[in-house]
Nanobody
Framework: QVQLVESGGGLVQAGGSLRLSCAAS????????MAWFRQAPGKEREFVGV????????AYADSVKGRFTISRDNAKNTVYLQMNSLRPEDTAVYYC????????????????WGQGAQVTVSS
């Protein structure tokens, strides 16, 4: 069982930056694929990015590619989402998610979830 706690959300102006953190309990963090998803009001939860167990070659949705970066520090049991050049359409609740077996872009594949962090980008 993995417990994920998110922090770092907030309100920023368009063009600004935020960094989200997702801290996992225990000492088995490196065994999990870690992903980020987001959900805007009235919309389905969508893929943002995913990191392998060792943090190599992260993959991103086209909508955030070149602006967002996933990194992970297995020694600290923490994964990060650095968000730059934010746009109003990035406004959403952001969730980190963990899976022990597979790398994927569908939220239905993930077993463990953070509580969500609100990110609001103003014009």
């Amino acid at each position: 069982q993995v417990q994920l706690v998110e922090s770092g959300g907030g309100l920023v102006q368009a063009g600004g930056s935020l960094r989200l953190s997702c801290a996992a309990s225990g000492r088995t963090f490196s065994n999990y694929v870690m992903a980020w998803f987001r959900q805007a009001p009235g919309k389905e939860r969508e893929f943002v990015g995913v990191s392998s167990r060792i943090g190599a070659s992260p993959a991103y949705a086209d909508s955030v590619k070149g602006r967002f970066t996933i990194s992970r520090d297995n020694a600290k049991n923490t994964v990060y989402l650095q968000m730059n050049s934010l746009r109003p359409e990035d406004t959403a609740v952001y969730y980190c998610a963990a899976d022990r077996t597979n790398i994927g872009r569908s939220y239905r594949q993930y077993d463990y979830w953070g509580q969500g962090a609100q990110v609001t980008v103003s014009s």
